[in-house]
Structures are given as structure tokens and as C-alpha cells.
């Protein structure tokens, strides 16, 4: 490998050849946290969990993306990767390879890899290949290959699905717990994979949305009205969850499965609320629009509070480090910080669909709504999710 670089008279970098600081990817990257989002979210780290993560605490094929991000970081027009895929599973190994082909190309850079695994080439679709067998002459192709998108979607499935299919998913989802309502279940499955690769699920809208209202000029602006509720009910569908398996992130799975999804579901609108959506780009490339939205009340108390008590970066990505820095607070602030996350909780979970008022207790910590409130919150806290919504449906119109 050194004497490759020495044969090089640019910059180069090899992939993984300097220590990653033993930081949660969040902090490890990037000016700030705006930035570590987009480039951990570009090689398919996604998942707010594994932001909060230290690199010994990943899995194989995350780190494999998490040396290609910080590779892509350094800038450097010629970056070289030494069997960069070894230690990942056939289907991991196509999905890294094609993620980190298409940064590379994203970037402008050049990639010079080596490999022994047959069949990768499909999915790193190289300019050149060089083949070093037995023979004393290498033997050299410059193979076409059709543009568009990752090979393992063609060995994708979809299917109607059940809760049990979502069971084995909603663990990677940052959201909390099942959504309120549910209309329907769908999977997308690939050969191979013993759990599916990724689940969607469609419920019902919630009674009142301002953005929503803007975006459809007020036709489902709900008055009290049962025939006006059962109207949204039957024309606009929600996509509340939708979640992929960390081995095959990046690939646009999420597309795949939304754009058979919308096929199958009987609905002139699709709205989605997603704290990642400007981040991920998926829902926009499906043909979604993002309305703007002002912030509720309790939620602008939400973010005064975390700008004047210092709210840590990790504690808005997950619940646990939240509740363990409120329970670390005074007793005065840790009250005020119970007493915001539980009407957030009941305003987005309980009032804005049921139109119940806030109640005058707060429920002790042993309450089973508990984790779902911190949940919500941490995922909440750092920012708006965004409201997009996709249609009029030509064909469910």
C-alpha cells in the first residue's frame, strides 16, 4: 500500500488508517452538530441511537461507514480502502460498497479499492477493475454498468405486514412506541435477511393540523364535524413509522418501499411528521413537500429551558441520558423539566387527537407513560420535526 501511495503524486488518505476519537459519532465529526447529522446521515448512519454511541460500541459495518465519513471529511481527492468490506456479511458488505460508491462520486473523489470478495464489483461499480490471479499478467476491464440504483433491490419483495413484523424493528425507531392509531403494515423484504429489511406503517391523521391545513387550503380543516373527521379519515393516511435495518441503510430502501406502500393504500393525501426528514432527503426524492409550522407553545417552552439550562447534545437524542441529566438538576429545575416533558407528551399523544385537556397532576415517575414521554421528547428536543405531505394522488384520487 505504501508503495502505491509513493506511486500517487496527489493526496491521498487510506480508509480507516487513522484512530477514530473515542467520542459519540456526533461529537467525532464535523464543525458542529448540523454537519455531523448530514455526513454520518450520508453514508447511512441515520440512526439517532447510534450517534450517541462511542466507535467501540458499533457494529462492523457501521464503523466501515464511519471511516468512509471521516475519510470523505479529510477531503482528500484519491482515497484508498484495503479490504475495507472483510469483516462484513455478503449483504452488509453490497450495501456498504454501493453506499460508499456513490459518496465517492457524490464528492468528485476517486476511489482505488482492493478486495477478494467475487460479486462486489456489481455494487461498487468501478471505472477500472484490475484482476491479480495466478497468471503473470493482471488482467485488466472497464465493465459498464446500469445507472440508477443498488443491485440489492432487485432482490426485493413487498408485502402486506402485521405488528409482529414491526415488533422486530421499533427498537431502531427513535420515535415513541406504536403510533396511537394503525391502518396498515408494510415490508419490504430482501433474500437473505432473516428479519425484514424494513417495515412501514400507515395510521390515521391526527383531527388538526395547521400545516396540514395550509397545504391543502383548508379542506380538512376539522369544525366538530363527524362527517368531516370521517372524510380525513378516508383521504389522508399517515405515514407514521418507517424504519430500515442498519445493514442495508443507504441503499434507498426507503424510497422502494414507500413508493409500493403508496400504491397499495386507498388515500388522496400522504402527511408524515419527521424529525429527520430535512436531514434524510428520501421523503423529498418520493415527491413529498415540507410546510413550515410554528412551534406549539410548550414546545417553545421546551427549547428556553435547554438553551438556559445548557441541555447537553446527547440528552436530544436519547432518553435515558435526558432523564438522567434532569434527575441530576435541582429539585426546582428537575419539577419544571417533569412538568414540560409530560404536557409535551399529553399535547402531542392525547390532545391534539382527542382534543382532551391537560390534566392538573402530573403522574408520578412509576406512571407507564413515563419512558413514552422521554422518548418523545428527547426526540423533539434539538428541533421541529418537519410536516411533509405527499399528493393529491393521481391514481387513489
Request: with cysteine; charged share 20%.
Amino acid at each position: 500500500m505504501q508503495l502505491l501511495r509513493s506511486a500517487i503524486d496527489v493526496p491521498t488518505h487510506e480508509v480507516g488508517s487513522h484512530p477514530l476519537p473515542p467520542l459519540p459519532l456526533i461529537e467525532s465529526i464535523g464543525t458542529d452538530a448540523a454537519e455531523a447529522t448530514r455526513r454520518l446521515t450520508a453514508v447511512g448512519l441515520s440512526d439517532p441511537y447510534t450517534w450517541c454511541r462511542t466507535p467501540d460500541e458499533i457494529s462492523c459495518g457501521q464503523m466501515q461507514r464511519l471511516q468512509l465519513a471521516h475519510a470523505l471529511a479529510l477531503e482528500a481527492p484519491i482515497l484508498i480502502a484495503d479490504e475495507f468490506l472483510h469483516a462484513l456479511d455478503a449483504t452488509t458488505a453490497a450495501a456498504v460498497a454501493w453506499t460508499t460508491q456513490r459518496n465517492i462520486r457524490t464528492h468528485g473523489r476517486s476511489l482505488i479499492a482492493c478486495t477478494t470478495q467475487p460479486g462486489i464489483a456489481a455494487h461498487l461499480q468501478p471505472d477500472t477493475i484490475i484482476e491479480c490471479g495466478w497468471s503473470p499478467e493482471p488482467r485488466i476491464a472497464q465493465p459498464t454498468y446500469t445507472a440508477g440504483s443498488s443491485p440489492l433491490l432487485t432482490n426485493v419483495t413487498f408485502r402486506k405486514g402485521t405488528h409482529a413484523d414491526w415488533a422486530k424493528l421499533a427498537h431502531l425507531h427513535y420515535a415513541a412506541g406504536d403510533p396511537a392509531t394503525v391502518h396498515s403494515y408494510f415490508v419490504a423484504e430482501i433474500k437473505g435477511m432473516e428479519a425484514p429489511a424494513a417495515v412501514l406503517i400507515f395510521s390515521f391523521p391526527d383531527l388538526h393540523s395547521a400545516a396540514r391545513n395550509l397545504a391543502t387550503q383548508d379542506a380538512y380543516r376539522i369544525s366538530g364535524s363527524r362527517e368531516a373527521a370521517m372524510q380525513l379519515n378516508r383521504e389522508v393516511k399517515k405515514l407514521a413509522r418507517i424504519v430500515v435495518s442498519p445493514e442495508v441503510r443507504g441503499i434507498g430502501l426507503s424510497r422502494a418501499l414507500i413508493a409500493h406502500a403508496v400504491t397499495q393504500v386507498d388515500a388522496l393525501y400522504i402527511e408524515t411528521v419527521a424529525a429527520m426528514g430535512t436531514h434524510h432527503g428520501f421523503l423529498r426524492g418520493c415527491g413529498f413537500r415540507e410546510m413550515p409550522q410554528t412551534p406549539a407553545a410548550v414546545e417553545a417552552e421546551i427549547y428556553a429551558a435547554a438553551a438556559r439550562d445548557n441541555c447537553p447534545p446527547q440528552a436530544m437524542l436519547d432518553a435515558e441520558l435526558l432523564q438522567t441529566w434532569v434527575e441530576k438538576l435541582s429539585v426546582r429545575r428537575e419539577r419544571e423539566w417533569r412538568r414540560l416533558a409530560w404536557r409535551h407528551w399529553h399535547h402531542f399523544a392525547i390532545h391534539r387527537r382527542t382534543r382532551a385537556p391537560q390534566p392538573k397532576v402530573i403522574p408520578g415517575p412509576q406512571d407507564e407513560r413515563w419512558p413514552d414521554a422521554w422518548q418523545m421528547m428527547a426526540a423533539r428536543i434539538g428541533g421541529r420535526p418537519s410536516y411533509w405531505i405527499l399528493g393529491p394522488l393521481e391514481n387513489n384520487a
